[in-house]
């Protein structure tokens, strides 16, 4: 079984500072991780992956995540936040052997201060 | 290229009835996978169908079923509405392998009065 927890589930930064959203799960086969974005009635937009080979993965508007396997962990980080980074997060798990189906976790809601 | 296309965008039930959501993905995408969101439970999977199959599912009352046709389009059904099946239902599909990133449709908000 897999699943994926979220620490925090409002997170707030000032624009220009650091963001640090966090993600760990739990798998029992080695995990494809994602990290999707959500503005307001919209649909989820991908903002990076991990599958296979290097740990630390950039995505999308400056977004990156390392997959530390021994702290079952897949942080998402930006070095300086933007007004428009706004939105609610998830983080997700996949497998090898579960097709089409993502687990994700509860979502943060990242608020930016000006 | 189109993305998935999800309609209706908005959908307004009473109590007993029925509805079917419809779902177009990308074009060449042959796994189709429907999610409810709701502010409580969050994302929550329910089935994924591929090549008109369905693959996997989720932990969902029998009243939730749904299709995929030989084009790939997807239909999801939900028969004798409750109140707790208000919620957004998200569609979203891709190649079929786990190791690649579902793309999403904006949803079909659907309120049960």
């Known amino acids: 079984a897999q699943s994926v927890t979220q620490l925090g589930s409002h997170v707030s930064v000032s624009e220009g500072a650091l963001v640090l959203l966090r993600c760990n799960y739990s798998s029992s086969v080695p995990p494809y991780l994602f990290w999707y974005v959500q503005y307001p009635n919209q649909g989820l937009q991908l903002l990076l992956k991990y599958t296979t080979g290097a740990t630390l993965v950039k995505g999308i508007n400056g977004f990156e995540a390392e997959f530390k396997k021994s702290e079952t962990s897949f942080h998402l980080t930006k070095p300086s936040a933007h007004m428009s980074d706004a939105a609610e997060y998830f983080c997700?798990?996949?497998?090898?052997?579960?097709?089409?189906?993502?687990?994700f976790g509860q979502g943060t809601e990242l608020s930016v201060k000006p | 290229k189109a993305g998935v296309t999800q309609t209706p965008r908005y959908l307004i039930k009473t109590r007993g009835q029925q509805v079917t959501l419809s779902c177009s993905p990308i074009s060449g995408h042959r796994s189709v996978s429907w999610y409810q969101q709701t502010p409580g439970q969050g994302l929550q999977f329910l089935f994924e169908y591929f090549s008109e199959t369905q693959r996997n599912k989720g932990n969902f009352p029998g009243r939730f079923s749904g299709r995929q046709f030989s084009n790939s389009r997807s239909e999801m059904n939900v028969s004798t509405l409750e109140l707790g099946d208000s919620a957004l239902y998200l569609c979203?599909?891709?190649w079929g392998n786990g190791n690649q990133p579902q793309h999403f449709g904006d949803g079909t908000r659907l309120s049960i009065l």
């Open positions: 979203a599909s891709s």
């Open positions: 997700a798990v996949s497998a090898p052997n579960q097709g089409g189906k993502l687990i």
